[in-house]
């Protein structure tokens, strides 16, 4: 039996990963399936410092230095709630349009999270449909019929957010 870091490793090299169209949804999902295996996984509802801290813990036990880029002390996420105004016109937009919101932890770090930590709520929208996740990837793109068919959902959510100032 090999052990388990060769076994994880070669199930890497099955994922195609090579430009111009690697399969970044496969990509993320066996990271994050890597990352509950060794105890790595950092949702919103984790306490990022407790977190932080069991890094730091876990690097002295195995005797290496670690190093945070990024000072982040916390990992505030938006509340979907129908009494914040603005997120109550995003929900009538979307109902108008007969669309449900989908509440996704994205995989890329986004601009949102510096938003947040100002203490201004924030969310990514995108009503096209049948579309990858592939937003600001190598080869992102977007089908011209889907596209065309998204403006009607932004221009009358322009409208909702305009009116509720």
């Known amino acids: 039996m090999e052990p388990a870091p060769v076994t994880r490793f070669r199930k ?4 195609k990963t090579v430009q111009p169209t690697p399969d970044y949804a496969a990509c993320t999902e066996f990271l994050i399936e890597q990352a509950k295996e060794i105890g790595l996984e950092v949702t919103p509802n984790v306490n ?9 813990d876990l690097a002295a036990k195995n005797d290496v230095k ?10 505030p996420i938006t509340e979907y709630s129908e009494s914040d105004p ?5 929900l009538r937009t979307l109902k108008k349009h007969n669309k449900k919101p989908r509440h996704i932890i994205m995989p890329a770090a986004t601009d949102a ?9 924030a969310v990514g929208i995108n009503p096209m449909l049948n579309q990858k ?4 990837a190598n080869n992102e793109c977007i089908d011209e019929s889907e596209y ?3 403006i009607p959902f932004y221009e009358d959510l322009m409208i909702e957010l305009a009116n509720t100032l």
Do not use: D, W
């Not at 603005?86 to 995003?90: D, G, I, N």
């Open 86 to 90: 603005f997120m109550a016109s995003l």
């Open 148 to 150: 065309l068919a998204a």
């Open 48 to 56: 990022f410092l407790e977190f932080c801290q069991y890094l730091k």
């Open 133 to 136: 996740l592939m937003a600001h």
């Open 12 to 15: 890497y090299l099955q994922i």
């Open 66 to 75: 670690i190093e945070f880029l990024a000072k982040t002390t916390e990992n």
């Open 113 to 121: 999270r510096f938003v947040r930590r100002a203490g201004i709520p």
